[in-house]
């Protein structure tokens, strides 16, 4: 199995199961669950369905602050042992996300990850914390988790790199990557699912570890654990290769 530098993580649905942005919504709820569901499906292009969000939703700063808890809490199984077993070899672990940057980037910090490691969407708020808006570039549009990579190849990023994601924006950047490991634990997206050279079905991040690392075991305890269990995942059938 091939040796990989660089692991870079979707957030919502795939780090974490939770939706950040559908969480806020509360009242508007169920319109803004069909905008997203129909962007990740490839439905309609993202930028089109990003800022009408928003716009439902007009987020307070404290309510997007709220959402680092609850992404942490919804951390799926294995998703920091898996993260903290690739560091300790020497992998770069990165996270790139449609999700609110504040949120995001506060979950990195939880899982050991330091501000250059995180792209997500940067939102802005007016004194009293109330939206002002968003910056419409980046992984906010189509094709923008693809630029962000290879940006960060142009600045350096070890190769090759495996990216893991569950959607059709993750889907879209997985020319300008090595291996793209589609994440179906949470929620299975039959049109990303049935492009994707390898699939994730089971709720654990675990198989994540050995399909990095190859044959190289981690050497401390919680590492191996890790990659044991990733195995064991493998073995039973849990992830599928096309």
Not at 71 to 77: F, I
Not at 98 to 119: F, N, Q, Y
Not at 197 to 217: K, M, Q, Y
């Amino acid at each position: 199995m091939k040796r990989y530098r660089t692991v870079i993580f979707d957030c919502d649905s795939t780090l974490s199961a939770l939706e950040g942005i559908e969480t806020l919504a509360v009242d508007v709820r169920a319109e803004v669950e069909k905008l997203t569901a129909s962007a990740m499906a490839g439905e309609v292009a993202l930028e089109e369905v990003y800022g009408r969000r928003l716009e439902l939703i007009r987020p307070h700063r404290d309510d997007v602050v709220s959402l680092v808890p609850r992404y942490v809490e919804g951390l799926v199984d294995d998703a920091e042992a898996a993260i903290a077993a690739l560091r300790s070899v020497g992998v770069d672990v990165r996270i790139l996300s449609g999700g609110l940057l504040p949120a995001v980037a506060g979950l990195a910090e939880h899982l050991g990850l330091d501000a250059g490691a995180v792209a997500a969407v940067p939102v802005s708020f007016h004194e009293d914390g109330t939206f002002a808006g968003f910056e419409n570039a980046g992984p906010a549009r189509g094709g923008g988790k693809a630029e962000v990579i290879r940006e960060w190849k142009a600045g350096g990023l070890p190769e090759p790199i495996m990216l893991v994601g569950d959607g059709a924006t993750d889907l879209e950047a997985a020319d300008d990557v090595e291996l793209f490991v589609a994440y179906a634990g949470v929620v299975a997206r039959p049109e990303v699912v049935a492009a994707a050279p390898v699939v994730i079905r089971s709720r654990s991040l675990a198989p994540i570890v050995p399909l990095a690392l190859g044959r190289e075991r981690p050497d401390d305890d919680r590492g191996a654990a890790v990659y044991r269990r990733g195995m064991e995942l493998i073995d039973q059938g849990m992830v599928e290769w096309r």
